[in-house]
């Protein structure tokens, strides 16, 4: 068997890693806004902790179909 | 039979991680932002809301477009 | 028979998800501006609302365009 | 053995490495709202702190998740 | 032994190299804001110290990993 490379693995790893990339900071920029709004009006937490999980959900939704995304083109 | 290198995989896996990058970034900036905005004017809650949801569904729809791009230019 | 690699798929999506990185980003911060701006000056929504959908529509339009470009080139 | 390249290794490295981007970004992001809110707000430390701790969670998740990616779709 | 590029090296070295990305950003945003939380509240250096040492040891460790990944996945 000729080789030309000896490079492994399937390129469905890099496709995760990739879309980790945008998830990880956009969590990051939520909860960020969450704990600086919590900490100048207190009373507020209540009605912005829906939208805190609401908006790191459907961030971190999106790293997550990059892990299943592989299984759907073939791996 | 010859390999040139031992990778495996669909490239539409790295084509979906990458059009997941800038949509995680913006659905995270536009929650950020509806947070902050919410914690100061908790009257304008209701005003905004609509468009933080039509940010969000703007910014994730690319991300969705490139998952179902693969089938279109072939897996 | 010779496999290069065991690589499948068109570049064209890899095209696609690069041009969705900006978009992406860009859609999510027009819309966190207005966002912000509407809740501090809620008498201001009408003025810039115009403006709103104007950025969000040409930052947009840099991915769409990056889903048809492979036709152009050649899938 | 008819060798193309010198090049070795698992793309899993490349896929970890793409993984890291973001989570290294967003835990900084989430701890320096942290700090910063704690300087100016003291009494909120701990009402936030729980909120500091989600949101590093969360986000290192995605690298972690990252690491382990490589074993599922083969290194 | 036919060799086609005069290419060598591991692909490791290029997965620690973009491991090193975010957490060369993020240690400096925790850092950052640890200056500038100290230099307007001189009196909350103390408080928030250990959240800037926690913040830079959670974010750097992400590279950390990226440098023995390698060895897990083979050099």
Do not use: K
């Amino acid at each position: 068997m000729d080789v030309l490379a000896e490079l492994t693995g399937s390129v469905g790893s890099i496709g995760y890693g990739l879309a980790a990339i945008g998830p990880g900071i956009g969590v990051g920029i939520v909860w960020a806004a969450y704990i600086q709004a919590t900490a100048r009006q207190p009373e507020s937490a209540g009605l912005t902790r829906t939208y805190a999980f609401l908006g790191f959900a459907l961030s971190e939704a999106l790293a997550l179909i990059g892990f299943v995304v592989p299984f759907v083109y073939g791996t």
